[in-house]
């Protein structure tokens, strides 16, 4: 079955420590997305990418990197400069090639606790 | 660039009542529309879409949203509210063109009282 995959579902990191979160898709679809939720603040986005090895920063970029080396995967690393990393992490995907399959799909989200 | 305003965080239901949750949009053309229900520490699924054609579009668990260009509206609603649509929803907005980039707006919290 096609989908997006998020991975692990539950992470905790010690201050000072960078971590990586993964998203994997096997839709073909050209663009993907991260986004941070807090309770009460929507979905903020940190970084998205709409082609391999391109990316953009979104709203909140700061303390984190990305990388697109494939079409298929668009990992996240929270890096020790990130202040606040507490958080619900979603990552998306969609295909804007296709006039009929225009939403995102969404992984089951990463939450990223700092001990 | 586009936007999206969903008003107010919370909206409190009884069962069986009437759900309205309003999102209006902005954007230089018209776009295309998503809204999003997410439960607890779950990512977030697709009730509907408008893309083209039809202005009404019904979409899973009863929910249907009425694309109004001239008021830059797609409200959700459902006519009578289960304890299970509590959750939170989302609008969304993007651009009908290649390579643009998805909206969200800040979502609401739909509570359904007994």
């Known amino acids: 079955d096609g989908g997006i995959t998020q991975s692990p579902k539950y992470l905790f990191r010690k201050e000072g420590q960078n971590v990586t979160l993964s998203c994997e898709q096997n839709l073909n679809h050209d663009a993907m997305y991260w986004y941070r939720q807090d309770p009460g603040q929507g979905l903020r986005l940190i970084y998205y990418s709409q082609i391999v090895n391109d990316f953009q920063k979104g709203d909140i970029a700061e303390g984190y990197s990305v990388s697109r080396e494939k079409k298929e995967s668009f990992p996240l690393t929270v890096t020790s400069a990130q202040k606040n990393p507490t958080a619900f992490y979603l990552c998306?995907?969609?295909?804007?090639?296709?006039?009929?399959?225009?939403?995102?799909?969404f992984g089951q989200g990463t939450r990223l606790t700092v001990v | 660039a586009q936007s999206v305003t969903q008003l107010g965080s919370h909206v409190s239901v009884s069962e069986g009542a009437l759900v309205l949750l309003r999102c209006n949009y902005s954007s230089s053309v018209p776009p295309y529309l998503f809204w999003y229900v997410q439960y607890p520490n779950q990512g977030l699924q697709l009730l509907l879409k408008?893309?083209?054609?039809?202005?009404l579009v019904k979409g899973i668990n009863g929910f249907e949203a009425e694309f109004k260009k001239s008021e830059t509206s797609f409200h959700l609603t459902k006519p009578s509210a289960h304890m299970s649509d509590a959750a939170e929803y989302f609008c969304a907005v993007r651009l009908t063109g290649a390579n643009s980039k998805l909206t969200f707006g800040k979502g609401i919290t739909l509570s359904v009282r007994p």
């Open positions: 998306a995907s969609y295909g804007f090639r296709s006039g009929s399959n225009t939403e995102a799909f």
């Open positions: 408008y893309t083209t054609g039809a202005t």
